[in-house]
């Protein structure tokens, strides 16, 4: 069997062969730069999905397209059972830079992993601290609009049913409160509770923020009823929130110290690797054992993570991050781009919710559902405006049924961001002339 090549490529290889289980554009990317792609017709598109918030230094980086040839010809993989400067170094970056706590890490592959070790650390913790009666204290509490990733546990404590659905009963050990609700939090809370899993910025739900005084509250409790405060930043860390550290965009400095934080996505740029850090703090039964050595030998593990590869990635990214200021350069962009759309004020979008380069843009759902072509497509209001955007050369990313995402590069120029705006501007303006008269508002100027 020969190779296929270019020439001898079939599309229709993709339904044959691959299984249906993502909802795909029917666009076929070949190559990127910067923040732009283009597609196999030589179609350019402006890339504001970034790969749900994966291409933190955009597409073809040659800093870090340089460091992973370069590691590439010098050592790719070596087996845990040795030990690899690269992970060692930034474990160190991870924790003196960013955290700026003391603590210790894991590396893994992908969001999903990370957040897997936060919660086999937290049902560790419930072991070594149990209930007077002496079982496991095991449940976690999670939010309603929270994402934690598809494998079984991470999807059980994802407080969404139709990430549930369809696969029979989930990960028990998991209780869901709705988000920025401390009565509700209060009240969630057992004798079996361990700990408390969050989001400091929501994204899968359209860019959601923790309150300062969820925030507050939350650590709190886990001081008084000895739980863990466990930070899903996968999406919200590293610089995209306008901070290194996700949750200290919401409450600068360290008025609350987490227990362990989940990484992925910017760590990486678009190369697999996460990772996931633990607080060097004693345990409450057994003070001469810290919490960041509680997954000791044969307690948790990974073929693949942490190799010399992955780990030059996110040295080279990371030092990127630092050495170009990016955060700084998020937070003000976020806030021009949510002034400059507030002013449109456009029929079409009824909130901006920006936190640094996170930005979610809520649509008129009310006007919406009178437009004819998204009536006839059975589409979500936010599935059928991205692919209206695909077709006008921007991609964005859809969240739940009425809003779409900017996830753009960290290092997006101006320029960019003029280029986004204008697009958005001009499909929204149509989207809306095509709306029946009655249920159309006016464009403002």
């Not at 989207?431 to 029946?436: E, F, G, M, N, S």
Request: overall charge negative.
């Amino acid at each position: 069997m020969s190779t296929p090549t270019a020439d001898t490529f079939d599309p229709a290889w993709m339904d044959r062969y691959v299984l249906p289980n993502y909802g795909r554009f029917p666009v076929w990317m070949e190559r990127g730069e910067g923040s732009y792609l283009w597609d196999r017709e030589g179609k350019k598109y402006l890339d504001f999905a970034g790969g749900v918030a994966v291409s933190t230094l955009g597409h073809a980086h040659p800093e870090l397209a340089s460091a992973i040839a370069d590691q590439a010809r010098t050592l790719i993989h070596v087996s845990n059972w040795y030990c690899i400067r690269q992970q060692a170094e930034l474990a160190h970056l991870l924790v003196e830079k960013v955290v700026r706590l003391p603590g210790k890490c894991f590396f893994c592959n992908s969001g999903a992993e990370a957040n897997e070790g936060l919660i086999k650390l937290a049902r560790k913790y419930g072991v070594a601290t149990p209930t007077p009666d002496g079982s496991p204290r095991h449940e976690i509490i999670t939010f309603s609009g929270s994402f934690h990733g598809r494998t079984f546990g991470a999807m059980s404590a994802t407080a969404q049913e139709k990430i549930h659905g369809g696969f029979g009963p989930i990960v028990p050990g998991f209780v869901y409160a709705p988000f920025n609700d401390i009565a509700a939090l209060e009240a969630a809370i057992t004798p079996r509770t361990v700990a408390i899993l969050l989001e400091p910025v929501q994204g899968e739900s359209g860019i959601h923020p923790a309150s300062a005084d969820f925030l507050r509250a939350a650590a709190r409790l886990c001081r008084e009823k000895d739980l863990l405060l466990l930070l899903d930043e996968v999406q919200c860390g590293l610089g995209r929130t306008g901070d290194l550290a996700g949750w200290r965009s919401i409450l600068p400095g360290d008025e609350i110290q987490p227990d362990a934080i989940s990484w992925a996505k910017s760590i990486g740029a678009g190369f697999p690797l996460g990772g996931f850090w633990v607080r060097q703090r004693p345990l409450s039964s057994h003070p001469d054992q810290a919490l960041c050595d509680l997954l000791g030998p044969g307690t948790h593990g990974t073929t693949y993570g942490g190799s010399p590869l992955a780990c030059t990635v996110g040295l080279t990214v990371l030092g990127i991050i630092l050495r170009d200021q990016l955060p700084t350069r998020a937070a003000s962009l976020g806030q021009r781009i949510a002034r400059d759309v507030a002013a449109w004020q456009h029929p079409l979008v009824s909130d901006i919710r920006a936190h640094g380069l996170m930005i979610g843009f809520e649509l008129n759902a009310e006007a919406l559902q009178h437009h004819p072509e998204i009536v006839a497509s059975g589409k979500p209001a936010s599935i059928w405006l991205a692919a209206r955007l695909l077709a006008a050369g921007l991609l964005v990313t859809p969240a739940g049924p009425n809003t779409i995402r900017w996830l753009p590069p960290l290092n997006v120029t101006d320029a960019d961001v003029e280029t986004g705006l204008a697009i958005m501007h001009r499909v929204l303006n149509e989207t809306h002339a095509a709306l029946p008269t009655s249920s159309a508002q006016p464009v403002a100027s």
